[in-house]
């Protein structure tokens, strides 16, 4: 098993135990430490992770940080990341906390701050030795991200190294906090935003009136260019298509009755899964309306049906295990299982998704 599918693996995990952890102990043991385990390092040798760190700071004696990732420097072992923990329902926040204290007395490079489930780390970007107050890499392991988890094998033992890491965390940085200045903008343009664009294409003043007919054109200009980029997606995934021979594989299990899809409360529905969805509504958005394609979670697969309907399948998405595979159906209800590297391989079968609604109805173009 690969380090991705081992993190993916422990994101399951932490789905299935948080709600039963009731203390900060126990969110160390049950979260933390397995986290840990999965980078690598052996939470039973002091010499390579210490719990309860300890390190005086002035008058300040018998401090601890909880667990410290310990590497040889010059012969001698020495702190290169400092972990404070909390209980997986508390915030993190950074202020007075021992991270900030113990950084510039160490020779850690690194802090991370962690409830168990999201992963925050900082290093010393702004001012040499001090900590910065913003993480560089946030990982949350209810929504895994596969170019998260790559950042993340960096600290792994096997691919620690420091200058690589600095290397990248300042664009890591910067990057997401641009991202989330995106975001804001999109759902809520800030005025300044909205003058940028308003002022190129319009010539009159710019009044309160004025101002909020522009926020909204932004608003609606960015939403269809979003669209536009996937339609255009869709149409070099569907040129791929015709170049690409796309081969079966055998199904390797019965499919569950309907009486059976549903049944018991371990389904867990995967923002991959649910990403997956959203390019199938994608490629049928323009064949039926969008409203009508849902899904449905289950033991074994992820259905994406038409009409809420379990008699009218459209696909079946197998996201969950070491292979990823989409199950596909044609005008006689027969279906086939293809493998897939990835979710963006659901475009190569745009044609055949598409076809798959000739089945109930004739699919009428918008």
């Known amino acids: 098993m690969d380090f991705k599918d081992q993190i993916k693996q422990l994101g399951d995990r932490v789905t299935r135990l948080k709600d039963s ?24 040798d002091p010499f390579e992770v210490v719990p309860e760190f300890i390190s005086d700071i002035g008058t300040k004696k018998g401090e601890k940080v909880d667990y410290a990732i310990m590497r040889e420097i010059n012969g001698k072992p020495e702190p290169c990341m400092l ?29 991370i701050l962690t409830n168990g489930i999201v992963y925050r780390f900082y290093t010393d970007l702004v001012e040499p030795n001090k900590m910065d107050e913003k993480p560089f890499l946030e ?22 190294d420091v200058e690589t890491i600095i290397s990248t965390a300042s664009e890591l940085k910067y990057t997401s906090e641009i991202r989330a200045l995106i975001q804001q903008e999109l759902s809520s343009p800030s005025d300044p935003f909205v003058r940028h664009f308003a002022k190129q ?6 009044t309160a ?65 649910l990403e997956g969805f959203y390019i199938v509504r994608a490629i049928l958005r323009n064949t039926i309306d969008a409203n009508r394609i849902v899904h449905r979670d289950a033991q074994s697969y992820f259905a994406i049906l038409l009409d809420d309907n379990n008699r009218k399948p459209i696909c079946r998405l197998h996201l969950n295990g070491s292979k990823k595979s989409i199950t596909l159906f044609d005008e006689n209800k027969a ?32």
């Not at 043991?29 to 385990?37: K, R, S």
């Not at 404070?84 to 329902?89: D, F, G, L, Q, T």
Request: net charge negative; proline share 4%.
């Open 201 to 206: 294409v319009y010539g009159g003043q710019l």
């Open 335 to 366: 279906e086939q299982r293809y493998e897939i590297s990835s979710i963006d391989d659901i475009f190569l079968h745009s044609a055949a998704l598409i076809k798959s609604l000739s089945a109930y109805e004739k699919p009428v173009a918008s």
């Open 139 to 160: 990982i949350n392991m209810l929504d895994l991200r596969d170019n998260q988890v790559e950042e993340l094998k960096k600290f792994s033992k096997p691919y620690f």
């Open 21 to 44: 952890i009731l203390t900060e102990e126990a969110t160390k043991t049950a979260l933390i430490m397995p986290f840990l385990t999965t980078l690598g390092y052996d939470v039973f």
């Open 83 to 111: 972990i404070e923990c909390k209980h997986w329902k508390q915030s993190l926040t950074l202020h007075d906390n021992q991270l900030l204290r113990y950084f510039h007395v160490t020779k850690a490079r690194f802090g």
């Open 209 to 273: 009136k004025m101002m909020d007919y522009f926020t909204n054109l932004v608003r609606k200009s960015f939403q269809h260019t979003f669209s536009d980029q996937i339609t255009d997606r869709l149409k070099s995934a569907l040129d791929q298509e015709e170049k690409v021979v796309l081969k079966p594989v055998t199904i390797e299990s019965p499919n569950l009755p309907p009486a059976e899809e549903k049944k018991g409360s371990t389904i867990i529905t995967t923002q991959e899964e």
